[in-house]
């Protein structure tokens, strides 16, 4: 669906944010886009989305590309930025203007989300809170149906009740054909839905792996001491040792810590990547 091959971008021209970027989405995944502040997260979604123009390479979404905003490809690409402005109008009215550049809305499944957020038509968007808001922006564009849904810090602004609905509206409404690109730093919010993982450092993607093969290589453990003979590939102190991330030799099943996954990758790139390769 969605394919970048050696994109350059930088917003002045003395600026690089992006050298040489490839990365390839598939329909079926709820991609989850890691990395520190101004690694470039949310200038990515943009350009996948067309909103910023890379000065060499390409992004192509279904094909065609980005920058070119072909109408059939907008109508299959929803953007929920992290940072919006809403009208001072009434939802009803938002959606009546809004949906209709979406070929494949569903106004039941709105109905269906509106009711979980515990919204209604009627409410006025500036009289909204920041968490409802953000709701409404969820539900809108999980009522789009797009083939390719963007979120930038989706969890933003939501309490924790609103984070849990978030995750299993997500879940239950989202089709094979779809793609999903979640940008987050609330990483424990979302890491039982996200797979695969992307983690992009510097301009580059250092690290891209689905949950399945992060557990086959990696070993997630918290133990009491670091030993000589049994070195992590990164390890932080913690209640009762160290919460360690280690070489998956002898075939362990442990739970992913995408936190402890994310510092590792950033502090040990090389060392990490190099346990998918053993």
């Not at 499944?109 to 038509?121: G, R, T, V």
């Not at 963007?150 to 609905?165: C, F, R, V, Y």
């Amino acid at each position: 669906m969605v394919q970048i091959e050696n994109l350059s971008f930088g917003y002045t021209r003395k600026q690089t944010l992006f050298d040489r970027l490839a990365l390839e989405l598939v329909p079926g995944n709820i991609y989850g886009l890691l990395g520190r502040n101004g690694a470039g997260k949310t200038t990515l979604l943009k350009v996948i989305a067309g909103l910023v123009f890379p000065r060499q390479g390409t992004s192509k979404v279904s094909g065609i590309e980005s920058g070119v905003r072909a109408p059939e490809v907008l109508a299959d690409i929803c953007f929920i930025p992290e940072e919006y402005h809403l009208p001072p109008i009434r939802i009803e009215r938002y959606v009546s203007l809004n949906a209709p550049f979406y070929s494949r809305f569903d106004h039941e499944k709105l109905a269906w989300l509106m009711k979980e957020f515990q919204l209604d038509l009627s409410h006025k968007l500036h009289q909204l809170s920041f968490g409802q808001k953000k709701k409404f922006l969820l539900a809108f564009g999980l009522s789009t149906s797009s083939r390719l849904l963007l979120m930038d810090e989706p969890t933003n602004g939501l309490d924790i009740p609103s984070k849990s609905q978030f995750r299993r509206v997500i879940a239950a409404s989202l089709t094979e054909e779809q793609s999903v690109v979640i940008s987050t730093h609330q990483v424990r919010d979302l890491e039982s839905l996200i797979d695969p993982v992307i983690i992009i450092d510097e301009g580059r993607i250092i690290f891209q792996q689905d949950v399945n093969s992060i557990t086959s290589a990696l070993a997630f453990e918290t133990i009491p001491e670091i030993k000589e003979n049994r070195q992590p590939l990164y390890y932080e102190e913690a209640l009762g040792g160290y919460a360690s991330i280690l070489p998956n030799v002898q075939d362990k099943d442990t739970r992913m810590d995408l936190e402890l996954l994310f510092n590792g990758v950033i502090a040990n790139t090389k060392g990490i990547n190099q346990a998918f390769k053993s």
